[in-house]
T-cell receptor
Framework: AQSVTQPDIHITVSEGASLELRCNYSYGATPYLFWYVQSPGQGLQLLLKYFSGDTLVQGIKGFEAEFKRSQSSFNLRKPSVHWSDAAEYFCAVGSSNTGKLIFGQGTTLQVKP | DAGVTQSPTHLIKTRGQQVTLRCSPKSGHDTVSWYQQALGQGPQFIFQYYEEEERQRGNFPDRFSGHQFPNYSSELNVNALLLGDSALYLC????????????FGNGTRLTVT
């Protein structure tokens, strides 16, 4: 079955601390992997995507993610979190850039001052 | 350059009624996808339209139908509303050819009472 698991429902970090959000996927074909961020009352904004090539991908707002095929993981990282990073983060997998995406349940990030 | 626009932003309906949600894709995009996001959950794929035809469909009943117009805009129709249809409905657009990922609108918040 195709699925995405985000094990952490809620994470709290202090401003300036590093961040890692976990994502594991189950997908039969070669996956296209994405991380989206959603602020309250807003739609989804793409942070970064992975299709092939270098397994460490850079995104917007200082985020990066690493694809590990052996672990079926695509974890999101940021070296120093800002208060404006507080939001809901979604990992997603698909068979193409524009087709059906399967989303995880999301991780809510809270940033302490 | 306008992004994906959805209307209305909020809607309250009564169980059993019918509703129509509208989406205008980002300029230059020709493909529209619809997602349902229940509270506290990740988005779930409903269907995708390209060239005015439904191309992919997720696991949603026939009460959910759609349409795409020659100008690429799209409508999502839900008949015989259930309380469980209360959710944020997200529209995403993309270009069929090329490497651009999905761009999401801010969604329509549907409440069924």
């Amino acid at each position: 079955a195709q699925s995405v698991t985000q094990p952490d429902i809620h994470i709290t970090v202090s401003e300036g601390a590093s961040l890692e959000l976990r994502c594991n996927y189950s997908y039969g074909a070669t996956p296209y992997l994405f991380w989206y961020v959603q602020s309250p009352g807003q739609g989804l904004q793409l942070l970064l995507k992975y299709f092939s090539g270098d397994t460490l991908v850079q995104g917007i707002k200082g985020f990066e993610a690493e694809f590990k095929r052996s672990q079926s993981s695509f974890n999101l990282r940021k070296p120093s979190v800002h208060w404006s990073d507080a939001a809901e983060y979604f990992c997603a997998v698909g068979s193409s850039n524009t087709g059906k995406l399967i989303f995880g349940q999301g991780t809510t990030l809270q940033v302490k001052p | 350059d306008a992004g994906v626009t959805q209307s209305p932003t909020h809607l309250i309906k009564t169980r059993g009624q019918q509703v129509t949600l509208r989406c205008s894709p980002k300029s230059g995009h020709d493909t529209v996808s619809w997602y349902q996001q229940a509270l506290g959950q990740g988005p779930q794929f409903i269907f995708q339209y390209y060239e005015e035809e439904e191309r992919q469909r997720g696991n949603f009943p026939d009460r959910f139908s759609g349409h795409q117009f020659p100008n690429y805009s799209s409508e999502l129709n839900v008949n015989a509303l259930l309380l469980g249809d209360s959710a944020l409905y997200l529209c995403a657009s993309s270009h069929r050819v090329g490497n651009s990922p999905l761009h999401f609108g801010n969604g329509t918040r549907l409440t069924v009472t």
